[in-house]
């Protein structure tokens, strides 16, 4: 769609959807592979995580809205918009499609033999490496960092292709991080809750530093945004401190949320094995 054609009236941006085939391609395998899952699962007589389904449910619908919805027109013409999408690919969506337990899920539903493959694959050398906090962490730093100080921003602005390769990165390096902090999947390196919560604190100095260096630039970054009519482009400098406005106080929200979520598993997870030492000492008075 040409800038020219985009309004920045509110109710004409509504109107206005990105369909991309290919996106949408994707998101209904995914959608149809969690389902089939789902019905396996049903039919096999066992029990299925309703808070994981519609965990894993509104995590779906968020990447829907951030890669169909007018979210994905207008980041083309507006930084703070593009921002709202990063943020969504990166701190919602991912974290609710961990807490779907989709590989628990496949675990369940696919054939003995094609299980005994997935289970493999999640402990080889391959992925292993990819559950170390540190790992993660480096790459949910990292990645931001490199793309927004390099060309890679700016030329997702000018290709279809690279836009949809930085989505995916956003949203692979996401799920990287993610998937030890909620820790809903089965790891072959589970991380414990201490770190988890060291993870997730050192993020936010990160963060906030990538925000500042945006916020504090005296010149439009990108000059694809500059260089837009009116009323893009002229407004292009204040757009981008929005952006960096939006990512220090959204993205440091986000990881509070977070951190407060794992304190409060960290003690439920305490108080039931407390719980399984009181009732082990209990049988073995009873016994005496």
Known sequence: MATQTLSPELGDALGTWAVEPLTVAVLLVIASAYLAGLVRIARAGRGVDRTGVVAF?????????????????????????????????????????????????????????????????????????????????????????????TRLFEWSLGSPGWHALEHGLWIGVALVYWWPIVGADPSPRPVR????????????????????????????????????????????LDDQRNAAAMMWIAGNLALVVAMLVVAAMWKRHDDERQRRLEAREDAAISVA
Do not use: C, E, K, N
């Open 57 to 149: 449910s509104s995590g779906w619908l968020v990447l829907a809205l951030a890669l169909l919805s007018p979210i994905d027109v207008y980041a083309d013409v507006s930084f703070s918009v593009h921002m709202a999408q990063h943020l969504l690919l990166t701190f919602v969506a991912p974290v609710l499609l961990a807490m779907g337990a989709p590989v628990t899920l496949a675990l369940g539903a696919l054939p003995a033999r094609a299980a005994r493959v997935l289970a493999r694959a999640m402990r080889s050398r391959a992925v292993t490496p990819l559950t170390s906090p540190l790992a993660g962490w480096s790459l949910f730093v990292g990645v931001p960092v490199v793309v927004h100080a």
């Open 193 to 236: 809750y201490g770190v988890r919560l060291l993870s997730l604190t050192l993020v936010m100095p990160a963060m906030s530093f990538l925000a500042l260096a945006i916020y504090t630039a005296d010149r439009p970054l990108y000059p694809t945004y500059a260089a837009l009519p009116s009323p893009w482009g002229p407004g292009a």
